[in-house]
């Protein structure tokens, strides 16, 4: 029933599909920002497409990964090198970024360095701020304080 029905029904026709337009900002940005084991073979193709377009993009990949390295690999020390390029290469995001880490230093090297994390505090702190943003205006201090201690 099916090759005769394909043989006298008419055929739709088949157009061309149109060539894929450049990538977006957020394609992009994901190639420059993610791991390169992550990244299938097509994105590495286009990626290094856009980085051989765009000389500026290059610069900001390669900073990028280095940065990324230094936080998972704790090596802060290479930090003022790092800013050093960052700035040298102004480029509006990056080098305002490493002007900001320059006011401090030393926190941002040990950040880079140390193993130790502030990530308990921080919960804790972002915990009570949720608190108090959902009793504003409603409640005292007092039942913000007993709702505190009996989490």
Do not use: C
């Not at 900073?63 to 040298?88: H, S």
């Not at 701020?129 to 009793?135: G, H, N, P, V």
Request: proline share 8%; net charge positive.
């Amino acid at each position: 029933m099916h090759d005769w029905a394909a043989q006298r029904l008419p055929q739709p026709r088949r157009t061309p599909q149109p060539p894929p337009g450049p990538p977006n900002v957020r394609q992009v940005t994901g190639w420059l920002t993610r791991r390169p084991s992550s990244l299938t073979e097509d994105d590495h193709q286009q990626l290094k497409a856009v980085l051989d377009h765009r000389p500026e993009l290059a610069t900001t990949h390669q900073l990028a990964r280095d940065f990324g390295d230094m936080l998972t690999q704790q090596t802060g020390v290479l930090l003022p090198a790092w800013i050093d390029e960052a700035i040298v290469a102004d480029l509006p995001g990056l080098s305002g970024f490493a002007r900001g880490l320059t006011n401090d230093i030393d926190a941002v090297t040990a950040g880079l360095t140390l193993r130790w994390s502030s990530g308990i505090t921080e919960a804790a702190v972002n915990r009570i701020k949720k608190i108090k943003r959902q009793l504003y205006g409603r409640a005292e201090f007092q039942l913000l304080r007993k709702m505190l201690l009996l989490q």
